[in-house]
């Protein structure tokens, strides 16, 4: 059974970093690009970041381009998200998600909730 | 403001069918065979219910169905159930650098 577990989230103040992990099983992970999506509260779903299966090749959202990294640790079955620069428009659930193609999304993680606040 | 619009709401009765849009343009849903749909209960992550416009993961009822028109796709959902009330989005291909673009969603009540 495929299961996405994403944790790290917390409240941090305009500015600061925070990272986020999420770990794999049930797939052989490294054959699979990873991406993370955020749902701001209240909101609808936004795509962040994508990290393809040897970790090569990254592509962003443009507004998070030169603050937020997508790393994985193909040995460890896990990705990361590192947020840096943080601001209040960046609060939001981010989930952890397995892209099929450059289509759709197949599973999800739980979810981690990051309020960036003063 | 998502890239996709869809209606914040819509609502039927047991057993009748609903059907939700989703709009977008010639760069999205218009341009790739890549809608999808998600369903998503509150504090929940996202279910995929349908991917590639039409097709359903092992597991979702055949009740739910898609279709795409031009830059419309619609997600129809067949005989309502109560559990079938949650929030729906769809979703689109849109490029390498979008990657995928997402509706604000839809919040189905089953009256």
């Known amino acids: 059974e495929v299961q996405l577990v994403d944790s790290g989230g917390g409240l941090v103040q305009p500015g600061g970093s925070l990272r986020l992990s999420c770990a794999a099983s049930?797939?052989?992970?490294?054959?699979?690009?990873m991406s993370w999506v955020r749902q701001a509260p209240g909101k609808g779903l936004e795509w962040v970041a994508n990290?393809?299966?040897?970790?090569?090749?990254?592509s962003y959202l443009e507004s998070v381009k030169g603050r937020f990294i997508i790393s994985r640790d193909n040995a460890k079955n896990s990705l990361y998200l590192q947020l840096n620069s943080l601001r209040a428009e960046d609060t939001a659930v981010y989930y952890c998600?397995?892209?099929?193609?450059?289509?759709?999304?197949?599973?999800w993680g739980p979810g981690t909730l990051v309020t960036v606040s003063s | 403001q998502s890239a996709l619009t869809q209606p914040p709401s819509a609502s039927g009765s047991p057993g009748q069918s609903v059907a939700i849009s989703c709009t977008g343009t010639?760069?999205?849903?218009?341009?790739?065979?890549?809608v999808s749909w998600y369903q998503q209960y509150p504090g929940k992550a996202p279910k995929l219910l349908i991917y590639?416009?039409?097709k359903r993961p092992s597991g979702v009822p055949d009740r739910f169905s898609g279709s795409k028109s031009g830059n419309t796709a619609s997600l129809t959902v067949s005989g309502l159930q109560v559990e079938d009330e949650a929030a729906y989005y769809c979703?689109?291909?849109?490029?390498?650098?979008?990657?995928?673009?997402f509706g604000g969603g839809t919040k189905l009540t089953v009256l």
């Open positions: 998600a397995r892209p099929r193609g450059w289509s759709y999304f197949d599973y």
């Open positions: 049930g797939f052989t992970f490294s054959s699979y690009y």
């Open positions: 990290i393809k299966e040897d970790g090569s090749e990254k």
């Open positions: 010639s760069s999205d849903v218009g341009g790739y065979n890549s």
């Open positions: 590639e416009v039409t």
């Open positions: 979703g689109s291909s849109a490029g390498r650098n979008n990657f995928v673009v």
